[in-house]
Structures are given as C-alpha cells and as structure tokens.
C-alpha cells in the first residue's frame, strides 16, 4: 500500500488518498476542501479511485466529497450513526457553523463495526470509535490506522461538540491500544504518529486504559 497525505482547507485537515500499488486501485479518505488539488495527485499518480472514505461527518472532513465523487465516481462510505452529516448541513456543522458551501450527498455505504471493504487487493477494517462524533470511526488497511479526529499525536479529538463523549472517547482509545501490534497512525489533523508512542505518551489513552 502507498499513501500520500494532502493538508486541505482552512484548519490544515489531512486528506488521505491510498491505493494499491499492483492495480492503481485507490480511495480518498476525508476529503474536506480542494477537490482540484486533490485530483491533481490521483491524475499524477495514475489512481483509480473507487472509495470515498469518511472518519466522520464534520465540514472539514466532508466538503469535497461532492466534488469528487462527479469527477471520480466513486462510492461515498461512512459511519452509519455519522451518515445524516452528509444531508444535514447543521448536523455536519456547516452553513451558520462554518461560512461554507454546503452540497448534501447520499452515501453509497453505511459502516459499522467489523465491515470491510477492497481496495484493489488491499482489505480494510472498520473499527467503530464514538467520542468525538457518535459515528467516529478508523478504518484499519494493513499497518496503518486512519484515525480522523479520534486519535492525534498525544492528543484526541474534542468532545465538546453535538454527539462527542468524553467518555466514549476514553473507551474508543483503550481499544485502540489494545489493538495488537504497532501501527502508523494517520490522523485527522496534525503530524503522524505510531500507536506505540500514542501507548507511552498518549494521557487520554492511558486514562481510558485505566477505566474499569
């Protein structure tokens, strides 16, 4: 698997386009603004893109999907308790939230937890990790973790806006540090990270992990 990480709009959210290497076979993850300069990499790299990938359902991480799916047709995947964002402009904190554009899309799939989905060869995992919506989730593709706005760099996601939980987000992060193995951590926002550094240095995954 390759992938290639494109900072998009104005709060720098990380858009992701993954594929395999074999088939050009590829998906966008979270693709929030710039939909031209993110079809700029998949034309260079020669990609088809057959997933449009949600982590969630706020404005950052939406607002391109539109435009995307015209120019690429692919399919529209999201949580299934995050899926009204993407036809409710207020539930996805756009319009009066945010002062952008906003262009209701239906989606072509609704995860939960344990679906899987094909990218070329490639199988990707969905893990379910409410807290910072209610319909957050990861999407888990060989040693990489695309974690949205549930697990940063020794940070995580608020869960001070409509559907967060702190508490949900506590339990979400001790299941992810009790994933076996290492992984890269591609967040939503900020720099990468690794899921052992996140277990030594992470405070809200130790706090989770100490829940009862």
Known sequence: MKYICIPVGPIGTNCYVFWDERSGSAAVVDPGFEPE????????NALKVE???LTHGHYDHILAVSDIKKMTG?????????AFCLT????????RWSGFDFIPVKPDRELS?????????????????????CGSICIICEDVIFSGDTLFYCECGRCDLPTGNYGDM?????RLARLEGNYTVLPGHDQDTTLDIE??????????????
């Open 199 to 212: 277990r030594r240095h992470n405070r809200y995954m130790k706090e989770g992990l100490a829940l009862r």
């Open 113 to 133: 937890e344990g679906d899987t989905f094909t990218v070329g060869e490639l199988q990707c995992r969905v893990m379910e990790t409410p807290g910072h919506t």
């Open 74 to 82: 692919a399919d529209v995947l999201i949580g299934k308790k995050d």
């Open 51 to 53: 997933h449009i990938v």
């Open 170 to 174: 506590l339990r979400s992060l001790a």
């Open 88 to 95: 409710d402009a207020d539930r996805a904190l756009a319009g």
């Open 37 to 44: 300069r993110i079809m700029e990499e998949i034309k260079a």
